[in-house]
DNA sequence: AAGCAGAGGTAAGGTCTC
DNA sequence: CCAAGAGACCTTACCTCT
């Protein structure tokens, strides 16, 4: 989906078509004092509030990171992961506006059952983005799959009001590359011989799975196109990245891929984690840090019974000041979805990690998980006085903090 | 009895993605 | 001076069991 949550946004709000916009801003809640009547008296059609009443980049205050710019915004070099700070330098009158993750929800399960409905073999990759296989699509081969993608188009379009980019390939590495081509709304089609013309003039970072890391890596030994990776020796790159990854690395750059679209999967782990408005010491923070710890358990233990799983390897995550990042975890004999188990566990796991230098992220982590049966867990059952006191804990008795 | 290989689990850190 | 949140997967190390 073309820069999906913004589009979401213009949505509600068509008088910003055509503005930098951009959405983030981290835990700010949705401003509803924009849609109040200045006076007072009631709630304002969002359609009609006037543009010079958004909030501008310029005045933002925090800690957050744009998720999404639009594409006016990109012209200033506004990106997504770029922090608010950095953005308001670059475009100050940029219209801010916080992530409504309802609205975006909506639209990422009305466009993807859109799809379904015409081609069924769907995997999800997150909310804005998905893999189809429509080779057993009646009418998926004409004209390459270009008119099953302007019929999925289309299809998205009348049902959101949204528009999306594809790219049809032989297989998901290389249709991921080729619906970077046409962006927004564009579609484009790779076929196997296209790999030279199309593909090895691209950098590597191109190959999705090569991030910032490998990308530098490649750099400093002279590698900077996906042409130039796959006239490697793959011992060769092996021999750097590992045997796996550079196997993997020299088949990308050929533009081998057999991975399937997976159409159903489980979960692996779930966690809940925040960034403070400001750094908090341990000792000095220490009720507010306590607060903050038991809240995230409360909430991992709510996604939990919510989703209906249990997990028993309990972790978490610190970030410090200087942003290195520290992760504990530990495994119970039995699974569980209580939030007291699940503090306590972590309260032991926090006491295993250094707590000298102050802290700007706490995060709670549950793994290994299971779909349960309601009989077999460990602390489940009527609220339990353990539960209870998780959900109010008393500061003076909660380990830690 | 000692040593080793392989499997499988746990833990810590890191990378990448949307 | 700036750097979110959620989740998947990988590597390495270490441990236990067989």
Not at 119 to 134: L, S
Not at 188 to 196: G, K, M, N, R, W
Not at 370 to 380: A, F, N, Q, T, Y
């Amino acid at each position: 989906m073309d820069a999906f949550f913004a589009s979401v946004e213009l949505l509600r709000y068509p008088q910003l078509q055509g503005l930098p916009v951009v959405i983030g801003g981290g835990r700010r809640k949705a401003d509803d004092a924009l849609l109040q009547q200045p006076d007072g008296s009631g709630l304002r059609d969002p359609r009609f509030i006037p543009v010079a009443d958004f909030p501008r980049l310029k005045d933002y205050v925090g800690r957050g990171v744009i998720t999404t710019a639009t594409y006016a915004a990109r012209q200033f070099g506004v990106g997504s992961a770029m922090g608010m700070m950095k953005a308001a330098r670059l475009c100050p009158q940029a219209i801010v506006l916080p992530v409504d993750f309802d609205e975006v929800r909506k639209y990422s399960r009305l466009f993807k059952r859109t799809i379904t409905d015409i081609a069924p073999v769907m995997q999800d990759r997150g909310v804005d983005e998905v893999y189809i296989d429509f080779t057993d699509v009646p009418g998926g081969q004409r004209e390459g799959g270009r008119v099953l993608a302007r019929l999925i188009q289309k299809g998205i379009l009348d049902a959101t009001g949204l528009t999306c980019s594809i790219g049809v390939a032989p297989n998901r590495l290389l249709a991921k590359m080729a619906s970077e081509f046409n962006k927004p709304n564009g579609i484009s089609i790779v076929y196997e011989e296209d790999l030279q013309a199309k593909i090895w003039p691209l950098n590597v970072r191109k190959i999705n799975g090569i991030g910032p890391k490998a990308g530098e890596k490649l750099a400093a030994l002279g590698i900077q196109t996906i042409g130039e990776l796959a006239v490697q020796d793959p011992q060769w790159l092996m021999g750097h990245f590992g045997k796996s990854t550079g196997a993997w690395m020299h088949r990308a750059a050929w533009g081998r891929d057999d991975s399937p679209v997976v159409t159903e999967s489980e979960p692996v782990s779930m966690s809940r984690e925040t960034t403070f408005e400001r750094d908090l010491h341990a000792v000095r923070d220490k009720a507010e840090l306590s607060l903050i710890f038991t809240d995230l358990c409360q909430r991992v233990a709510e996604d939990l019974q919510r989703k209906g799983y249990a997990g028993k390897t309990i972790g978490i995550k610190l970030r410090y000041d200087d942003f290195k990042t520290a992760t504990r975890d530990h495994t119970l004999p039995a699974p569980t979805q209580d939030a007291a188990t699940i503090r306590h566990t972590a309260g032991l796991c926090l006491k295993r990690v250094p707590l000298d230098k102050r802290l700007r992220l706490l995060g709670v982590r549950v793994g290994a998980l299971v779909r349960p049966s309601e009989h077999l867990l460990s602390g489940d059952g009527p609220v339990s006085a353990a539960t209870r006191q998780a959900r109010h804990p008393d500061p003076h008795t909660a380990p830690l903090f």
